[in-house]
């Protein structure tokens, strides 16, 4: 099975202030896909953001945007100018649909 | 609007009790899921399937069971259920690579 590891269990950021998120993968699969999801408190899975493993740009989406380092394995996610509605779980699935236990993130005013 | 919907949102069961999580999306997937999700371990896939009557083990399938005869429906069954299988379980689908939808989930509690 793919294996995720999210080392980052919790963290505080400050409001409009910028939050980056470790993931790292592993895979002997040439062709991937790398996904993230939000959680926030009510429970609801919310897709943010997706990266294939050959895409020539790191992929963007308003404020997400990712840090796609495919030597290294790793897509982290950076959260520009937080907001308080960016308090939630953050998940980063691959392509084999296997989750990590996820980084808990607080925006604090 | 893309729906995936569980049918329940809480369950509380008795232990040894014979338990059915229904599932069902409206998007003609092929693809479908059942997670559980516990504090710190984050999800983790029970089974999956990939077209109607297909099935396959996901990472912690023991004590559970699947069944899909439509293809709009996977449901998950606990044949006995026990007081660690108390936990939120999720359901997901998607179409062949792409994104996952997920259902609102189901808490589960086994007395």
């Known amino acids: 099975a793919q294996k995720i590891t999210q080392t980052q269990p919790g963290m505080f950021v400050q409001e409009k202030e910028a939050v980056t998120l470790d993931c790292t993968y592993d895979?002997?699969?040439?062709?991937?896909?790398l996904f993230w999801y939000k959680q926030p408190s009510s429970g609801e899975m919310i897709f943010l953001i997706y990266?294939?493993?050959?895409?020539?740009q790191n992929a963007t989406e308003g404020r997400y945007s990712l840090n796609f380092q495919k030597a290294r394995k790793s897509a982290n996610l950076v959260i520009s100018a937080s907001q308080l509605g960016d308090s939630a779980m953050y998940f980063c699935p691959g392509n084999k649909l296997t989750f990590g236990g996820g980084t808990r993130v607080l925006v604090k005013p | 609007d893309v729906k995936v919907t569980q049918s329940s949102r809480y369950l509380v069961k008795r232990t040894g009790e014979k338990v059915f999580l229904e599932c069902v999306q409206d998007?003609?997937?092929?693809?479908m899921f059942w997670y559980r999700q516990d504090p710190g371990l984050g999800l983790r896939l029970i089974y999956f399937s990939y077209d109607v009557k297909m099935k396959e083990k996901g990472d912690i399938p023991e004590g559970y069971s699947v069944s899909r005869e439509k293809k709009e429906r996977f449901s998950l069954i606990l044949e006995s259920a026990s007081t660690n299988q108390t936990s939120m379980y999720l359901c997901?689908?998607?179409?062949?690579?792409?994104?996952?939808?997920f259902g609102s989930g189901t808490q589960l509690s086994v007395l």
């Open positions: 895979t002997s699969d040439q062709s991937y896909g």
């Open positions: 997901a689908s998607r179409q062949q690579r792409e994104k996952l939808f």
């Open positions: 998007m003609d997937h092929e693809n």
């Open positions: 990266q294939g493993s050959y895409d020539e």
